[in-house]
T-cell receptor
Framework: DGGITQSPKYLFRKEGQNVTLSCEQN?????MYWYRQDPGQGLRLIYY???????QKGDIAEGYSVSREKKESFPLTVTSAQKNPTAFYLC??????????????FGPGTRLTVL | AQSVAQPEDQVNVAEGNPLTVKCTYS??????LFWYVQYPNRGLQFLLK??????LVKGSYGFEAEFNKSQTSFHLKKPSALVSDSALYFC????????????FGKGTRLHILP
């Protein structure tokens, strides 16, 4: 999991609450990603950002929001509009610059449970 | 659009036997191919990748994968399985001519039987 931290490890949310998941990387990577993992469905892309102050929707962006104000940080907010937010959330980053490795490095994940 | 398929939800192998976890892909350009492993309640760990060059790629923990362009496959292999290899394995693909999105397969759970 080196170089990427996610917090908290476990998060509990009540119905109707917004919650924010933290992702920080010290790898100086340009691109960062948020995935959602559900049993039997693999990883689904929520949002990604290729550069500071810019981000794009992934395949399942509804009910989520992100910001990229700093290169090292890419927080994800799960809003009350997300109807089934219970899942394991993974953050990743990639060095997409010239000579970059194209390999995605993942954080340890945050398990979100709606009560 | 790029896609990746892992046709087996689960693979069971006896310890000491060779193992294969299958992956096929579809991209419009040249593929970048990856294998990752995930242990319970952890993030994904990078195993190996194919970008260009030799079709046989060697990676971490004794794993290797063979890129087969004609069959659009990138199967993960290991000559002798260990119980500690039991985990969830993901194949992933990125289109070299596309954006920075990487598409992941649904994963294959590998059980190594002692």
């Amino acid at each position: 999991d080196g170089g990427i931290t996610q917090s908290p490890k476990y998060l509990f949310r009540k119905e109707g609450q917004n919650v924010t998941l933290s992702c920080e990387q010290n790898l100086n990577h340009d691109a960062m990603y948020w995935y959602r993992q559900d049993p039997g469905q693999g990883l689904r892309l929520i949002y990604y950002s290729q550069i500071v102050n810019d981000f794009q929707k992934g395949d399942i962006a509804e009910g989520y929001s992100v910001s990229r104000e700093k290169k090292e940080s890419f927080p994800l907010t799960v809003t009350s509009a997300q109807k089934n937010p219970t899942a394991f959330y993974l953050c990743a980053s990639t060095d997409t610059g010239t000579g970059g490795s194209d390999t995605q490095y993942f954080g340890p994940g945050t398990r979100l449970t709606v009560l | 659009a790029q896609s990746v398929a892992q046709p087996e939800d689960q693979v069971n192998v006896a310890e000491g036997n060779p193992l294969t976890v299958k992956c096929t892909y579809s991209v419009s350009g040249n593929p970048y191919l990856f294998w990752y492993v995930q242990y319970p309640n952890r993030g994904l760990q990078f195993l190996l990748k194919y970008i260009t060059g030799d079709n046989l790629v060697k990676g971490s923990y004794g794993f290797e994968a063979e890129f087969n362009k004609s069959q659009t496959s990138f199967h993960l292999k290991k000559p002798s399985a260990l119980v500690s290899d039991s985990a969830l394995y993901f194949c992933a693909v990125r289109d070299n001519g596309g954006d920075d999105k990487i598409i992941f397969g649904k994963g294959t759970r590998l059980h190594i039987l002692p």
